[in-house]
């Protein structure tokens, strides 16, 4: 079977777009490239995104500016504690059709290219679950008939890290479909300078469109044909591996370690950061930098962990340290491969 990896011509066309794109992004955060590198990064992976920080970070006007600049069908459902899950799938509705009544289903906000989930853990468990089928498959089943969504489909969630009082934690199997979750910082000095002096209380941020969805979707089937070499894989799987009880000395205090999806979840972000970055293959730098995003939210701690204030990615950055790039078992000809 002939290979059929993204050659330099096709990677240098995808950068001069995707550089467009990050321009545009710029102009409504500024001074958070590395966040818009994660944003970009995961939608070519074609994940979900899960984004953490504190009210008026710009977390939810990052994501408007994205349905601009790819312009996508974006909706926004704000997850409140009385959300029920018909309201974010849709319902049946009884309609006189043709002289008969009949159930005619209505499409719910869920219905979009790109989902903005604000405030995501102020529903009830059990709206957050209706998630889960349409962040996996790509589809909703009301009353037993599955309808698919549109393509591409994202869901980017926001939940504010510090509001305890009608919260409900997000469950594990619901994370797991996230791909990143990002943390959004405060602001320099300089940057919130910047904010003052081009911002006006209200008034929203207008961004020309920069890409088409068919652009969007071809390169992120270019993301697919990036190369993987088999040492890179080998790598991933060791960080994965290392991540449960007993696997590693950084997995201290880890009661339950990532699963196969997040070990596919990396590889896929590796790859796209090697496109975004314009490369043809995926390297062990690839894997580091989109490590803590990819497995931070996946890691349940014991106890004795969280009371001694340790974090997930506290962890990831301590496997990722004893973790060496370069397996000593593997064959030669494998360790010899140039990344």
């Known amino acids: 079977m002939t290979n059929n990896y993204a050659s ?6 995808a950068g001069a777009k995707l550089q467009r ?3 545009a992004l710029n102009t409504v955060l500024f001074g958070q490239q590395t966040l818009i590198d994660n944003v970009i990064t995961g939608l070519l ?26 312009q996508l069908d974006a909706k926004r459902i704000q997850f409140t504690p009385d959300l029920l899950p018909g309201d974010i799938t849709g319902n049946p509705i009884l309609q006189e059709l043709d002289g008969r009544r009949q159930f005619v ?34 589809r909703v089943t009301v009353m ?22 009608g919260t409900y934690p997000l469950p594990e199997a619901q994370l797991d479909r996230f791909l990143f979750k990002l943390e959004v910082h405060r602001n320099a000095v300089n940057v919130l300078e910047q904010i003052v002096k081009s911002r006006e209380m209200g008034e929203p941020v207008a961004i020309a469109p920069v890409l088409a969805r068919e652009e969007l979707l071809e390169i ?6 990036i190369f993987l070499p088999d040492v890179v894989a080998n790598y991933i799987a060791r960080i994965v591996d290392g991540t449960h009880p007993g696997a ?12 196969p999806r997040a070990a596919i979840g990396l590889a896929a972000a590796s790859r796209a950061r090697a496109l975004l970055d314009g490369r043809m293959n995926a390297s062990f730098e690839d894997v580091q930098a989109v490590a ?8 349940v701690l014991d106890y004795s962990a969280r009371l001694d204030g340790r974090k997930p990615a506290d962890i990831i950055t301590a496997l990722l340290g004893e973790v060496p790039a370069q397996d000593r078992d593997l064959p030669n000809t494998l360790r010899a491969a140039k990344i």
């Open 220 to 225: 992120s089937a270019l993301t697919r044909r």
């Open 8 to 13: 330099e011509t096709e990677i240098a066309a």
């Open 21 to 23: 794109l990050r321009d």
């Open 45 to 70: 992976a074609r994940g979900h995104l899960l984004l953490e920080g504190l009210p008026g970070l710009g977390k939810t006007e990052l994501v408007k500016g994205l349905a601009q600049a790819l």
């Open 292 to 299: 803590i995003p990819v497995l931070q939210h996946r890691l």
């Open 144 to 165: 037993g008939e599955t309808h698919a969504l549109p393509d591409p489909f994202f869901v980017l969630a926001t939940q504010n890290p510090i509001e305890l009082e």
């Open 248 to 259: 590693s000395q950084a997995s201290a205090g880890v009661k339950f370690g990532a699963s």
């Open 105 to 138: 289903f209505q499409h719910g906000p869920l219905f979009a290219n790109l989902v903005l989930a604000d405030e995501i853990n102020r529903a009830s468990p059990k709206t957050q679950s209706a998630l889960l089928e349409a962040m996996q498959e790509r």
